[in-house]
């Protein structure tokens, strides 16, 4: 090793050795394939049985060893015959100094015997990837965990925690919101049977702890903070119900449901080093308790990927940035603590040092050794778990470099590291987070230097071309990775990384520095962790404003399929590119192209796709198993009606449409697929008011509405029924729920005019510009006005919320008017709510538009199907969602009655044009084809005479002489009303009694309710 090293620093200036990377030869490919020959056994040899990878094994093996055999005959008989050359180093010249060495003057012997040993080593270390895959596999089958969870049974565990427990981020499911629970890994070292029966074991398992009554109280504060201290090594004592995991390939043998009634019982302490980093994460989390919200979320994240603060808004920005590397303790991490000791994190494709160790004197070897103290400091405080293990190896690799002072030494590093972390957790090899550790790595090294130094012959500074060199080679080599798990391609994760690298650095560096110091002098750590604070804001600025924009990210085809599609572009954008480059008109105009694309300015994008169609009147959104409709008031006022599961997705759908300024927003009820995307609607926009339903269900979904309106000072009121409003050239009446004489829950107002603050502006119920309630009288009204608690209810009457079935039979249902046509909206009634609609609003008519009650299921009322006649059916649902929606039955029922049946799931975001006159529907058409539907023609009340509808879908025009596919095409038909009867509507499945009238004595009689079939696809 003296020679070489001797060889390559013999020119160099620096007493500590050359930096140059071209100085070096070629790239070290040689521990590249043993490196990936067992990464693809270990993943392989996770899912096979034990018997067949030791058949395997023992094949390989056998191979190896007869391959080694030949190559080892092949050198004796070199030898004997004279040929005495060494691979790798190259001939004597006529100076006596040995020259360049060129592959190709080796010999074809010396070849040979080199693919040979070459195809040894692949095939040994393939079958040691096997066999160590094999032995983790088996933890899985040993023991009785797996026979007990495939009776989820109840047994008695003693568990070792090998993970720090952490907070699941609540999802919705149907209507409800699934409350957080509490999840860590362990492994089952001690398993009491229901039988008696006590095993010792070591299984790895996953537990789930959940709050008793589901969360329903506040389930952040509810699990005891006794389970989310725990540490690593400790040992706890549990009785679980025992579950299989959820998919057959999971890493653990079982799940372990705990209930969190009381706290765990502690049969061990954790072990000395584990109570050190606990002690010391803990003192980073009280030294950042005084910063702002995402600061205090974020730096925790950024120096020891702590996330258990991190908001999933927060969240939601970095992955869509790209930016969720920052977030997890990853290679970057240690590079940036090695910075002081070795200079910048844009070092590491050299072998170049400009920190504290030249400045010390420090030699190569020395420099290594403290790094590596620092490395395994960094270990310890992160937890020696897989992640940490591949972080802290993707760091090793600078050491690496500065040790040997060569830059080709790097490649070889990073493949040994590969090998060794595969051998020693085979799961790794199935892990996405290890795979775009290892591309991001191997892109820095082998793409990066080559793209900066095309961009410095172009006249790019050296600092700029190496930043932009490495984070476009990490992002062309992610990307396709990114695209197989969440099947989006990201076009602002190249600046957003370079803007945040600005203060990855220094907020790392000082979030370090008061993690040294929190539990020695906790001042000086909060005067650091205020320091910190300041770029970890900017970060989250970044993050925050390149997720906001229009752009930030588009569709792509997931799975491998996409994967795969996405690589083979990349393949075809990379010389594409540099022919780019040497053309500065291209490079602007591709620059102008990729800004347009981001930004999306409302007339560049109407123009190339069509969306929004102008003159838009109401668009459905397409925000999954939900409802989310938009309603124009004017410039970028609009009526919000719903908001969806998900706040990306309205958020989305509300930037598309433009709208800015939501005077008044209505919740018809509290379901989480109605109310969970209200925090994307308030984002970045003026809301007057949130208006709710009266029933006040289910309770944890209304105080998260009231929270997160009290958060951004937006009141909430009730929705009074017959409350008539107009905005711009929208009216509307609230045809139900009915008056409600139960107190409101807590921090709502009861109607209380006060409790709108300061909402009498611009954009207030009642404000200059806001919506204006006018009584059934016709003369305005406040429709904040108090109800009268006292107010007498008639018995009788079918809309008493006494009958309420439910949050559903509660929706807030509007009649809305905008341009001569009339949009009913009926939330997620079912039919007792529906009839009780029909006998409260006997006047109630036919209508143009009709949104569907709960997303088209096939739980609906007949009778108010044919008393409506609607001419343009909505249907708001998701894609494969698992309850069936829209019911055929349904669909059927509407087309019978002479509608046109349009749905999100299909069809994409609906918006709503014309008038009376020419009623037309734009979808966004990008999932299928819009045919038209044939069906006879009804009569409705409102709207008599010669009727024209269409649907096109959204995109650029076509000539009229050419042949138009079904996606593009503008459907016309005729909606005139000929004096007949309704036809007969298939809905036969639900029967309605009608009430019986009131007995002579005039005594009213409450009505009886209707008889009810099976409802397997009514909840959600």
Known sequence: MTGPRATVHATATSPHGASDPRQEGPADLRLVAPALAAWVAAAIGLGVPGGGVAVACGVAVVLAVFVLRVAVVRRRAERASGVEEQPGVAPLTGTGRRGAESPSRRSPRVRSVGALVALGAVLLCAAAGAASAALHASDLRRGPLPVLAEQYARATVELEVTGDPRLTRPKVRGSQRTPPVLVFTADAVRVTAPNGEVTAVRTPSLVVVQQPGGGSGGAHRGIASEWRELLPSTRIRVVARVAPPLLSGDQVAAVLRVTADEPPGKVGAPDALQRLAGSLRAGLRAATDGLGPDARALLPGLVVGDTSRVPPDLDDAFRATDLTHLLAVSGSNLTIVLALLIGPPYLATRAERRGLAPRLGLSLRGTAVIGGALALAFVVVCRPDPSVLRAAACGLITLLAIGTGRRRSLLPALAAAVLLLVLYDPWLARSYGFLLSVLATGALLLLAPRWSAALQRRRVPPRLAEVLAAAAAAQAVCAPVVAVLAARVGLVAVPCNLLAELAVGPATVLGFAALAVAPIVPPVAQALAWCAGWPAEWIAGVARTGAALPGAEFAWPGGWVGGLALAAAMVVLVPVGRWVLRRRWLCVLCVLAVILAVCRPAPFTRVLTGWPPPGWRAVVCDVGQGDGLVLAAGDGTALVV??????????????????????????????????????????????????????????????????????????????????????????????????????????????????????????????????????????????????????????????????????NDASVTLLVRTGGLTILLLGDLEPPAQQGLLAAHPELGGVDVLKVAHHGSGYQDPSLMQRLAPRLALISCGADNPYGHPAPRTIAALRAQGARVLRTDTDGAIAILGTPAGLSATVTGHRVKIRLVSGPRVRGRTHPGVRRAGVRTAGRRRSRDRPRPAAHHHLIRDHRRPPSRHPSCPLRRVRRRRPPRDPPDGSPQRPQRPQQPQRSQRSQ
């Open 642 to 807: 719903d908001t969806g599961p998900e706040p990306h997705a309205i958020d989305r759908c509300l930037t598309d449409l433009g709208v800015r300024r939501i005077p008044l927003l209505v919740l018809t009820h509290f379901h989480a697929d109605h109310v969970d995307g209200l925090p994307g609607a308030l984002r970045g926009r003026s809301v007057g008011a949130i208006q709710t339903t009266t029933l006040q269900e289910p309770p944890g979904q209304a105080q998260f509405v009231r929270g997160t309106a009290a958060a951004a000072r937006v009141p909430v009121v009730r929705a009074t029924p017959g409350e008539h409003r107009h905005l711009g050239p929208l009216t509307w009446e609230v045809l139900w729920p009915p008056a409600s004489t139960a107190p409101p829950g807590p921090g709502v107002p009861a109607n209380n005019p006060a409790a709108l603050g300061t909402g009498t502006g611009a954009g207030a119920p009642g404000g200059p510009g806001g919506p204006v309630s006018r009584g059934s009288s016709g003369a305005p009204t406040d429709p904040t006005a108090p109800t009268d608690p006292t107010a007498p209810t008639d018995p009788s009457d079918p809309s008493d919320p006494t009958v309420f079935d439910g949050p």
